[in-house]
Nanobody
Framework: VQLQACGGGLVQAGGYLRLSCAAS????????MGWFRQAPGKEREYVAR???????YYADSVKGRFTISRDNAKNTVYLQMNSLKPEDTAVYYC????????????????WGQGTQVTVSS
């Protein structure tokens, strides 16, 4: 399975970006998918996940600003990020196939290569 993330970039504080992550190799319609991020010098951090049926779950730090969604027909997960803050600056990784509770990196089998999001103040 390969996860290809895209949509990162440079944006001013208060702006928005939409990340996409397309999976190939097998269908992930029966697996949870999600996003983690890692800022320089920090540990990888859970951002959001979405169940196979579309139920979303968020980290407190992004709740109300980020929206996760999925299109099972396209084997793709999205992350709409609004009201971006400088502290959202990180490499964002998409993940799939949850094997645990879903909030730590070891809970996921498949990882994408990451896409850089930079928010300027």
């Amino acid at each position: 399975v390969q996860l290809q993330a895209c949509g990162g970039g440079l944006v001013q504080a208060g702006g928005y970006l939409r990340l996409s992550c397309a999976a190939s190799g097998r269908t992930l319609s029966r697996d949870s998918m999600g996003w983690f991020r890692q800022a320089p010098g920090k540990e990888r951090e859970y951002v959001a996940r979405i169940s196979p049926s579309g139920n979303p779950y968020y980290a407190d730090s992004v709740k109300g600003r980020f929206t996760i969604s999925r299109d099972n027909a396209k084997n793709t997960v999205y992350l709409q990020m609004n009201s971006l803050k400088p502290e959202d600056t990180a490499v964002y990784y998409c993940v799939a196939r949850r094997v645990g509770l879903g909030t730590v990196p070891d809970d996921y089998t498949y990882w994408g290569q990451g896409t850089q999001v930079t928010v300027s103040s």
